[in-house]
Nanobody, 125 residues
Framework: QVQLVESGGGSVQPGGSLRLSCAAS????????MGWFRQAPGKERALVSS???????RSADSVKGRFTISTDNAKNTLDLQKNSLRPEDTAMYYC???????????????????WGQGTQVTVSS
């Protein structure tokens, strides 16, 4: 049974930083594609960043240069370092995974079968 549990969300002022972590059980990180998605009220869930089994990453244009996705194989976690946060980064952030061993991970949330419960990030002054 695969379980993904996010942590690290919270409230932060614009320009601040947060680090999200997703602890996986029943799943070895980068066994397939993994990613962080976010969903703001009234908007669709969208890809933030993904990482492939070969560690190839892709990120939404809005977060490039500010967010970094990585895995910690020893801890079996998927992490997202978020710097220079903006009010528009406010959303519920979800960890997701699948079993696809591909070079480039999909950006559509429908291609991920395993999801965490989400962690709220609020950026406000």
């Amino acid at each position: 049974q695969v379980q993904l549990v996010e942590s690290g969300g919270g409230s932060v002022q614009p320009g601040g930083s947060l680090r999200l972590s997703c602890a996986a059980s029943g799943y070895t990180v980068r066994q397939g594609c993994m990613g962080w998605f976010r969903q703001a009220p009234g908007k669709e869930r969208a890809l933030v960043s993904s990482i492939s089994p070969s560690a190839l990453t892709r990120s939404a244009d809005s977060v490039k240069g500010r967010f970094t996705i990585s895995t910690d194989n020893a801890k079996n976690t998927l992490d997202l370092q978020k710097n220079s946060l903006r009010p528009e980064d406010t959303a519920m952030y979800y960890c997701a995974a699948n079993l696809w061993r591909v070079a480039v991970c999909p950006g559509d949330s429908g291609n991920y079968g395993y999801w965490g419960q989400g962690t709220q990030v609020t950026v406000s002054s």
